[in-house]
């Protein structure tokens, strides 16, 4: 904040107290005609900063302090004061697309399955900042216990799925521990990515997390992938669903692709997918 004052630049700090906090902070920048705002935080924090400016047209500067920061990553942001400032003076701009999701506003990736019985303990658990610590007796409950619902899934009007599996639909090719399991989506094209990874049990997903991370394009027998208008999912019993890292509640799930878009401040450089 010293540097950005120092070049002549007005700048106001605001914290959060609360959840929807970042929301409020965020709409209210807005309406006092800001330039920029800054989100430091995780991805939840940023998920709430952008239900208050969608679609405003005022660009956003991540300042990654959560545990995965999976958005900053992708935007070539890292918690380096001279990262931040030629990020900031680069002017490279992204414009990602919304997807919405059972009415909310969403911009990262939709999950139901393994990830979504982890977030849901997660959040049982959270006071406060968390850390990868705080995942490892979730991760450790899932891998035991967690079994697979069968999911039927609808891709534009179309039935293409029908079985166990983790399910991710999204925008953003980088996932959780650097995965790019979503690996041809794009934050700015006109369409949502889907990926099925069909396993009943949580170990084999894991060695499915070692191949991709070696390959971002492999795929198990059996395995879906696809881009689409519009999502549908079911579940023949309850399974957890996440949604930008935050726990949503239980199938069904409805998603399209909306016009809403916000603009992220990132690397100049062609970002990787």
Known sequence: MERLSAEGHDVHAAYTQGPKDATRLAAEACDAGADLIGVAGGDGTVHEAVEGLIDSGTPVLVI??????VVAKYLGIRLNASRLWDIFTGNGVREFRAMEANGRNVLFVCGLGLDGEIIRAVSGRRKGHISY???VKPILNALIRFRSADVSLNVDGKAVYNGPGLV???KVP???????????ADPA??????????????????????????NPRWRSANAYYAKGKTVRLTSDRPMPMQMDGEYAGEP?????????TVRFLGAIRKLDA
Do not use: H, M, Q
């Open 64 to 69: 990654p302090c959560g545990t995965e920061n």
């Open 168 to 170: 991710l639909i999204g």
């Open 189 to 214: 094209d006109d369409w949502v990515d889907i990926a099925v990874f069909p396993r009943r049990r949580a170990i084999p997903l894991i060695w499915d997390a070692i191949r991709l991370l070696v």
């Open 174 to 184: 980088r996932y959780a521990l650097g995965l790019k399991a979503l690996w041809r």
């Open 133 to 135: 610590w705080t995942y």
């Open 252 to 260: 069904p799930l409805d998603v399209r692709l909306t016009g809403k």
